[in-house]
């Protein structure tokens, strides 16, 4: 059966757009989805179905939200392989492999996590979307590591709200270029879609700084801290504030230290690798991926709102290029 949610807009909330303020409550995944919700039809006001997504709320309007049932026929299910770290009857916690697509989209038709999720389980809930059952977040297709999924809508729309409170505790491990000044730090900026590269993210300037993007942007801070130097990277630690897409990524190349691997965003400050020992020259080059591992993840559990943490070590490929940096 699909969900009902209903709502009363709150004299504090009068003036925003529709899709913004149903994204704002924390019941839904994104304002792209809200919009999807709005298109199908699945939101009335005072009884009356709207689809506007530019429209306005007042004070006092009651709002319902028809979250559809999931589509399992619009996905294949797969077999295949899954690192489960947890699974219940709420959620289910997996420690994604680099190079596995999160969910179906262009050019990635199958194979991906959701298609393993479908055969593995068919109650992932349906709020993300036909083709995003029970994904509350998402990790780039080439980040390895932790991600939760939920398996009915009440424990979606838990899970989200945590995720848009910030409340979730996430770390990453990230093997960067060069030597931080500093033992630790914070980055604190803003971030958007690149006015040009489409496919990219760019940090939002402030007035007076050079190549200002004039654009709001959303707020991002990233926390990094110092585990190990070698003589030409560093491995260390990232702590998410906020969670923007490719966020850790942009904002360590913002301060001079790109992601080694990372093709997109920052490369190696040596040219053509010279000047490293061979056996490194060769593993960076097998490395084809950026060097960013989710190895931690903590939330308050939808079912019994005790705090659950789970943490996993390097995969195979970050472990091998840590050793080889190790000897160098």
């Not at 009363?8 to 304002?31: C, F, H, T």
Request: proline share 5%; aromatic share 6%; net charge positive.
């Amino acid at each position: 059966m699909s969900d009902y949610i209903r709502y009363n807009v709150k004299e504090s909330e009068a003036g925003m757009r529709l899709d913004k303020y149903l994204s704002s409550l924390g019941q839904i995944v994104s304002r792209s989805q809200a919009q999807r919700l709005l298109k199908s039809g699945n939101v009335l006001i005072n009884g009356v179905s709207v689809s506007e997504p530019s429209r306005k709320v007042y004070s006092g309007q009651s709002i319902q939200l028809t979250v559809p049932e999931n589509k399992n026929s619009e996905i294949i299910p797969e077999k295949g392989e899954l690192e489960i770290l947890h699974e219940d009857s709420e959620l289910i916690v997996v420690n994604k492999p680099p190079g596995m697509v999160v969910h179906p989209s262009a050019g990635h038709p199958s194979g991906t996590l959701v298609n393993y999720l479908q055969y593995h389980c068919d109650d992932l809930s349906g709020i993300g979307g036909f083709f995003r059952p029970g994904i509350v977040h998402r990790l780039d297709k080439d980040t390895s590591g932790i991600l939760v999924a939920a398996k009915n809508d009440l424990a979606h729309l838990h899970l989200s709200s945590q995720f848009k409170k910030h409340s979730v505790k996430r770390q990453y491990l990230a093997i960067v270029w060069g030597l931080p000044d500093k033992e630790h730090g914070i980055v604190d900026a803003s971030i958007s879609r690149h006015p040009l590269r489409r496919k990219e993210m760019t940090i939002v300037k402030k007035r007076g700084e050079l190549k200002e993007v004039k654009t709001k942007g959303k707020h991002a801070v990233t926390h990094w801290k110092v585990l190990k130097r070698f003589k030409t990277a560093t491995l260390m630690a990232c702590r998410l504030e906020t969670g923007r897409t490719h966020q850790i990524r942009v904002h360590l190349t913002s301060i001079g230290h790109p992601l080694v691997g990372d093709q997109q965003y920052g490369k190696s400050p040596f040219k053509n690798f010279s000047g490293l020992p061979v056996n490194l020259i060769k593993t960076i080059k097998l490395f084809r991926r950026q060097a960013l591992h989710a190895e931690l993840l903590g939330f308050n559990h939808p079912g019994t709102h005790e705090w659950c943490e789970f943490k996993t070590n390097f995969p195979e490929d970050f472990n091998n290029l840590l050793n080889e940096l190790q000897k160098s």
